[in-house]
């Protein structure tokens, strides 16, 4: 496989889909194998930098954040579907005990994505993006600049 392997703290990420993302994942995979390798290995990356609260090292295709203010952890996946290359940024809110999935955008296979400080930031890999902001009277995110 090319590319970053899954690590250890990347087992979190996989079991929240395991639980919560069923449907998604009758429709939409994981990063693997090709998929993987235009994030590279280059450890020194912002995604690398910028990591999950609780976690040591992060892969460049998921991340958490609090971002509906609701005190439980939200997460966003970059993922694609099962009939075609095309990635798609989905994000799962947390509504009280469960949470609720949403397609945020499709995205270019050269993001990423990383959280800092409660945005989350859907970056190109060159350092060119654009952070996304959750807007709780809209039930959507929003870019922010």
Same mark, same amino acid.
């Given at each position: 496989m090319s590319? *970053? $392997?899954? @690590? $250890? *703290? #990347? @087992?979190?990420?996989?079991q929240f889909l395991e639980k919560y993302g069923g449907e998604i994942l009758d429709i939409y995979r994981i990063p693997e194998g090709a998929d993987l390798s235009y994030w590279g290995s280059d450890r020194d990356t912002y995604f690398y930098k910028?990591?999950? +609260? #609780?976690?040591?090292?992060? +892969? *460049? &295709?998921?991340?958490?954040?609090? &971002?509906? @203010? #609701?005190?439980y952890p939200d997460f966003l996946f970059i993922l694609f579907p099962r009939t075609s290359n095309q990635a798609f940024l989905i994000g799962f809110m947390s509504y009280e005990t469960t949470y609720k999935s949403l397609i945020i955008e499709p995205s270019d296979k050269y993001m990423a994505v990383a959280t800092k400080k409660n945005i989350a930031g859907h970056y190109h890999l060159e350092g060119h993006g654009q952070g996304l902001s959750w807007n709780e009277k809209d039930a959507k995110f929003e870019i922010v600049q």
């Open positions: 590319g *970053p $392997a899954l @690590s $250890a *703290p #990347d @087992s979190e990420y996989l910028t990591l999950d +609260s #609780d976690l040591e090292e992060k +892969s *460049p &295709f998921w991340t958490k954040g609090y &971002f509906n @203010s #609701d005190g």
